[in-house]
């Protein structure tokens, strides 16, 4: 029978820490990746997230717009419609028994005049919005083509950075899945949870100039001898990352 891989048990902690250490390699290489896209892809998303923003305010204007028509086509009407009224109460004073019905018809033309006053007056208050909301599909259609343009720009850009970092980005998450699949889940679940509650990303730092790698407080000397044994896992007492020696040797990743 072919010889089985090792279990979590049969791997030694030398080899724990260095497939901690690789790991972190790998991450460190793709976070250089998302480096150099820097914010652009948070900026991508703003200027689309306005574009829809600007697009559903001129789709409102624009419905205002057409409600504010409709509005001045029917005050015209009901404009249109006094000016009948006022007519056939003048025609009909002429025709009037007494005072009585004189004054009432006196009276209707009087409403009806001011019914057109007020029609008139409402026209030219819809006229004047629908002039400001013009206005405002004009501005915000101008700012939508600049943010249009700025989003082909952006969008060019980072399609030409993925494009170049693509395919190094996905050999690498390869590479660190398969890692992953090595380092036993307590160790992965710290390792992820120190790598997040950092600002550097660094889990796995080595020993430099007697210090610790990750937050540069000084390694005393016998804790080090421990550290270069590689016989346990330890942790700086200080910032809690994970502490390999210099010398630890892992296979070449990033060739």
């Given at each position: 029978?072919p010889t089985e891989a090792k279990t979590e048990k049969e ?245």
């Amino acid at each position: 029978m072919p010889t089985e891989a090792k279990t979590e048990k049969e791997i030694t902690v030398e080899e724990k820490l260095k497939a901690l250490y690789e790991l972190q390699t790998v991450s460190t290489e793709i976070d250089k990746i998302k480096t150099l896209r820097g914010e652009l892809p948070l900026e991508v998303q703003d200027l689309e997230d306005e574009i829809v923003g600007l697009q559903t305010r001129i789709e409102h204007y624009s419905e205002e717009l057409k409600e504010q028509e409709r509005e001045i086509a029917s005050r015209k009407i009901e404009i249109e419609d006094s000016k009948a009224k006022m007519a056939k109460y003048k025609e009909q004073q002429d025709n009037v028994r007494n005072n009585r019905e004189y004054d009432f018809l006196t009276k209707e033309i009087e409403f009806q005049s001011l019914e057109i006053e007020l029609s008139e007056k409402r026209i030219q208050e819809t006229q004047a919005a629908i002039t400001f909301k013009t206005e405002e599909i004009a501005n915000a259609n101008t700012l939508l083509n600049d943010r249009k343009g700025d989003l082909a720009q952006k969008q060019s850009e980072l399609e030409e950075i993925v494009s170049e970092t693509k395919q190094e980005e996905e050999r690498l998450r390869e590479r660190a899945k398969e890692i992953e699949s090595m380092i036993e889940s307590r160790l992965l679940t710290a390792f992820k949870r120190i790598r997040k509650n950092v600002r550097n990303g660094l889990s796995v730092v080595t020993i430099q100039r007697d210090a610790c790698g990750g937050c540069f407080n000084k390694i005393p000397p016998q804790r080090q001898m421990e550290i270069r044994l590689r016989k346990k896992v330890i942790v700086c007492e200080y910032c809690g990352r994970i502490l390999v020696d210099p010398d630890i040797n892992i296979p070449s990743t990033l060739e």
